[in-house]
């Protein structure tokens, strides 16, 4: 496997020297470019598909996947202050038998061969550069988009007080994201690295104060909401009533979280609070599909006109149209670009 995001290498390694194999240079391999047509978020895209949030972590990560015909793209979530990433290692093969079960405390075994593995773990703990390494980077990658893509900022708040210091620490955080021109600030609200039972994402009342609050401060760029997979549907449909008159999209899923083990039933993953990681991959896309189709379904059900960015198991340009049928409005991948460079290509190449 020729990963450009290596997740046998530690998390500064991959910063600091990718990206690597494919992406290594990120050489334009344009073929013709499709001619922009498609609407995401008030731009005009070539196809409305793109990296997620977690595996472009520098402008030349991004640079080098606008190159590669992923036309809209996340840089990953940064926070308002420097923060280091969990300890190696992050990301490992899970062995997943068809889809993932989405309730609490589904174990996992990790077996190791990373080159053959369908779903990953990823336990980053959302770590970030300070904001005056990462605003000049973020512009250079929202700078080196071409015509017909676009670059969205992802960023999350970090909790060092009560909720009124989260909120504001969100808002502030996200008009950094603004000032650098990316074209839409994603609100990471589903990290599951703080916690899966306590997701911000399940807390209705505090996301829409935090969407509120960063909608203030961000003024006309597109705002989006990154969401985990809600088992409730009531509580995703009230979700979407309270956050719709702010939120321009709505992003889902990120990773379902289980408890890793190695072969002999201990913990797979170093350290306190790592018993639990996110799993993302072919085994999750279920779950990004089965979110689409109920966020499309409560847009059809009420007068609101969010986005849907649908995320979660896209590996092949045939899921990417799967995804497109169920009525997400852009999709994203992670997983599914690290391990292969040319699924830009191969979705731009789906006949329109
Ligand atoms: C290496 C890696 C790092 C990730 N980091 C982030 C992150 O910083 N912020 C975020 O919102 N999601 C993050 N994610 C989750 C992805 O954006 C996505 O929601 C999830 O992986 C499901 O998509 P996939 O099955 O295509 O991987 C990360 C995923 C991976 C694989």
């Known amino acids: 496997m020729d990963w450009w995001f290596d997740p046998r290498r530690t998390y500064d390694d991959n910063v600091r020297n990718g990206p690597f194999g494919p992406f290594d240079g990120h050489p334009p391999e344009r073929d013709a470019p499709t001619t922009p047509a498609e609407r995401f978020l008030g731009h005009t895209v070539r196809r409305p598909f793109g990296i997620a949030a977690g595996p472009l972590p520098t402008a030349r990560h991004c640079a080098a996947a606008f190159s590669h015909g992923f ?26 038998d068809g889809d993932l079960c989405a309730e609490p405390g589904v174990t996992l075994l990790v077996d190791g061969d990373l080159d053959t593995a369908h779903s990953i773990s990823n336990s980053y703990g959302v770590p970030s550069p300070d904001p005056d390494q990462w605003q000049p980077d973020m512009a250079a990658a929202a700078a080196s988009a071409a015509n017909g893509q676009v670059l969205v900022g992802s960023c999350q708040g970090t909790r060092d007080g009560d909720d009124t210091a989260l909120i504001a620490d969100y808002a502030r955080t996200a008009q950094l994201v603004a000032e650098t021109g990316a074209g839409a600030v994603e609100l990471n609200l589903s990290c599951p690295n703080e916690g899966t039972g306590a997701l911000l994402c399940f807390d209705t009342p505090l996301v ?10 961000i003024g006309d760029v597109p705002l989006v909401l990154k969401i985990a997979y809600f088992r409730d549907d009531d509580a995703l449909a009230s979700l979407v009533r309270a956050v719709a008159p702010v939120a321009d999209g709505i992003a889902a899923v990120n990773t379902l979280p289980a408890l890793l083990v190695d072969a002999a039933g201990r913990q797979a993953l170093p350290g306190p609070g790592r018993e639990t990681a996110g799993v993302c991959g072919a085994s999750i896309r279920w779950a990004g599909l089965d979110m689409v189709r109920r966020l499309a379904r409560h847009r059809e059900a009420s007068d609101e006109a969010y986005t849907i960015l649908g995320v979660g ?25 690290m391990r292969d460079a040319s699924l830009g290509r191969a979705v731009s190449a789906l006949a329109r």
């Open 71 to 96: 036309d809209v793209n996340v840089y990953k979530t940064v926070r308002s202050r420097a923060m280091p990433a969990h300890p190696f290692p992050n990301t490992l093969a899970v062995r997943v």
């Open 208 to 217: 829409a104060r935090v969407a509120r609050a960063a909608k203030e401060r």
């Open 313 to 337: 198991g896209v590996l092949t340009a045939d899921d990417y149209e799967t995804y497109r049928h169920a009525g997400a409005d852009a999709v994203m991948t992670a997983t599914g670009a």
